[in-house]
């Protein structure tokens, strides 16, 4: 069974940063498409970043791009996002996925999720 759970999250100011991890089980990590999708309050899923197994190539959002990095261990069988610079249109729910496909904003397997608020 695949499980991917989801830490880091919380209350930030504006301009602040926060690092996510995601720990996973159940599956071929090494091997896996990785990526990052958010909610936000009222609104649809939103794609945010992909990491393939190999970790060589990574992918953003043009929303995201130069502010986040995303990043992986394959011997913690880990991903982490790390937030900089952020706005308060980032304030949303930002959930760990193992995707079927790149850029892929409603994969069916994520996470529970974590919170991220960005607020003055």
């Known amino acids: 069974e695949v499980q991917l759970v989801e830490s880091g999250g919380g209350l930030v100011q504006p301009g602040g940063s926060l690092r996510l991890s995601c720990a996973t089980s159940g599956f071929h990590f090494s091997s896996s498409l990785m990526s990052w999708v958010r909610q936000a309050p009222g609104k649809g899923f939103e794609w945010v970043a992909d990491?393939?197994?190999?970790?060589?190539?990574?992918l953003y959002a043009d929303s995201v791009k130069d502010r986040f990095t995303i990043s992986r261990d394959n011997a913690k069988n880990t991903i982490y996002l790390q937030l900089n610079s952020l706005k308060t249109d980032d304030t949303a729910r930002y959930y760990c996925a193992k995707p079927g496909s790149w850029r892929m904003s409603t994969p069916h397997q994520r996470g529970q999720g974590t919170q991220v608020t960005v607020s003055s």
């Open positions: 990491i393939p197994g190999s970790g060589t190539l990574t």
